[in-house]
């Protein structure tokens, strides 16, 4: 008799299944979940306002400027898009079942996901420093 027929059905269930990965990435979809809601509920206020004070590109470019504005904006995208990706990605497993298929998959997922989340920061960056005064000394 072996040894793992003498198990009870909890101890064979208990862990993290056979990939010994699916608690992190459980956890993990979780916490940028419930990041995602007051970031995207101050993110739908600020634009609210923006448009409420006159939606101008200056005044845009302006509130970018504002080193909290920028940060949470980046929050937001990097909890945003590794969401979709984590979220994408039991999507792929749990329905793809060809193996060359899920395999491009997963990689054209963890390459998207992490080249817009790039691209998006990239952009916030250049506007907020878009506005910053230059440091020079006057004529």
Avoid: C
Wanted: glycine share 8%.
């Amino acid at each position: 008799m072996k040894h793992s027929d003498i198990r009870t059905p909890l101890a064979k269930v208990r862990g993290l299944g056979s990939a010994h990965d699916g608690t992190g990435h459980f956890i993990w979809q979780r916490i940028t979940a419930i990041a995602l809601i007051p970031l995207s509920l101050w993110f739908v206020w600020s634009i609210l306002h923006l448009t409420a004070t006159g939606n101008t590109p200056d005044a845009v470019v302006h509130w970018f400027s504002h080193g909290f504005n920028a940060t949470a904006i980046a929050v937001l995208l990097i909890a945003m898009f590794y969401h979709a990706k984590l979220g994408l990605q039991v999507v792929i497993e749990d329905y793809v079942h060809r193996v060359s298929i899920k395999f491009i998959s997963l990689l054209a997922n963890m390459f998207i996901m992490y080249g817009m989340a790039a691209l998006s920061l990239v952009a916030v960056l250049k506007l907020h420093l878009q506005y910053v005064p230059q440091m020079g000394v006057a004529g």
